[in-house]
């Protein structure tokens, strides 16, 4: 019986980077471990939950084959029960994706040495017998302070040596997918607004994500605890959101504050002067943050969350690269991607269109 043993955190930084490498064979950090084996993703009734626990009951049934009196790892006889069952580890996940593959890759923050304790023996866990740090709770030594999400998973987040925008890579692909999807809404003709649905975009570009300087100065913000009122540079605009918590995910922090700039187009009367849309009337006064993530006058983004814990609160602080005032035009009026071969681009027909893309 294991005497002290951690519980495993499921970790959302882990999970990309094992979707990633499911499809991209990105490598894994330093000191982790992996197990995979394939699953059937098949049949129109597919019950991944059921079909997911069966694949982890199989690896772990390695055990039972294995003589444990002295657990010591083995890895040409319990690699994946190792693995899932090694005691110093703290956090996991696991991913599949139909699109690429067939198997289930599940990564771990922690790896057994061959011929290693996998864990302490004992009849249960108690608070004295729990490393340092950690208490016995429901027969598994919890980490008092909680667990922390990983930051030294794969791939490594899109900024140059020195920069930082305290952001990981999922949460950069986050921010930069969900600008481009509200986008996509406008220049397909999806975009609520107050009476119905936006006019449509007829030229709208994805925006790219930029660290350097968008994310590195958009942490320079955060960072100072006070909801910003100025970008950090005059040719950039500015979004700023608040959450009074600081017990959150700062990944879901980040999804909350762009679906609320998104669907600030929903509370305006959005309308068309003379083939296009302004800011102006109701677009300034009720849809601010959403015309910053739609107009046509930027094309980056860089974001940055902060959890400001002496003041008790979360802060998201967004910049985009391009400027706009009062009464400017925000983007051009007609059907979906008519402008794009102005540009020389084409439509994004295969993804849902209403962006245009590089030919």
Not at 21 to 31: A, E, L, S, V
Not at 236 to 244: D, E, I, M, R
Request: with cysteine; charged share 20%.
């Amino acid at each position: 019986m294991l005497l002290s043993r951690a519980p495993q955190n499921w970790d959302c930084n882990i999970e990309s980077n094992a979707f990633f490498r499911n499809c991209n064979n990105t490598d894994i950090p330093p000191g982790f471990s992996e197990i995979s084996a394939t699953i059937d993703l098949n049949g129109d009734n597919c019950n991944i939950n059921t079909r997911t626990s069966n694949v982890l009951q199989t690896l772990w049934n390695e055990v039972k084959s294995a003589s444990l009196s002295t657990p010591n790892y083995d890895n040409t006889k319990i690699k994946n029960f190792g693995i899932m069952a090694y005691g110093a580890t703290t956090g996991f996940a696991c991913s599949y994706n139909k699109a690429c593959s067939n198997k289930l890759i599940c990564l771990y923050n922690k790896a057994p040495q061959n011929n290693q304790p996998l864990y302490v023996s004992g009849s249960n866990c108690a608070s004295s017998n729990c490393p340092q740090g950690s208490t016995c709770e429901d027969n598994l030594c919890k980490l008092t302070a909680g667990y922390t999400q990983a930051t030294d998973t794969l791939p490594k987040p899109m900024c140059s040596v020195n920069k930082t925008d305290g952001m990981t890579y999922e949460m950069q692909m986050t921010a930069v997918n969900m600008v481009n999807y509200y986008r996509r809404l406008l220049g397909s003709g999806w975009a609520k607004d107050k009476g119905g649905y936006a006019p449509i975009g007829r030229k709208m570009l994805p925006l790219k994500y930029e660290c350097d300087l968008l994310g590195f100065y958009a942490k320079a913000l955060a960072d100072k605890c006070v909801v910003p009122t100025k970008p950090a540079a005059s040719n950039w605009v500015l979004t700023s959101y608040k959450v009074n918590n600081v017990n959150v995910d700062p990944k879901a922090v980040l999804e909350e504050a762009l679906r609320t700039w998104g669907d600030e187009s929903k509370k305006a009367n959005i309308q068309e002067i003379g083939e296009g849309v302004f800011y102006e009337g109701e677009v300034l006064s009720e849809a601010s943050d959403w015309a910053k993530m739609t107009t046509e006058r930027v094309s980056f983004v860089g974001c940055s969350v902060k959890k400001c814990e002496a003041e008790g609160f979360t802060l998201v602080v967004c910049h985009y690269f391009g400027i706009f005032t009062y009464g400017d035009s925000l983007y051009s009026v007609g059907q979906p991607c008519a402008g794009c071969a102005k540009v020389n681009r084409k439509c994004d027909n295969a993804l849902g269109g209403g962006l245009c893309i590089p030919k």
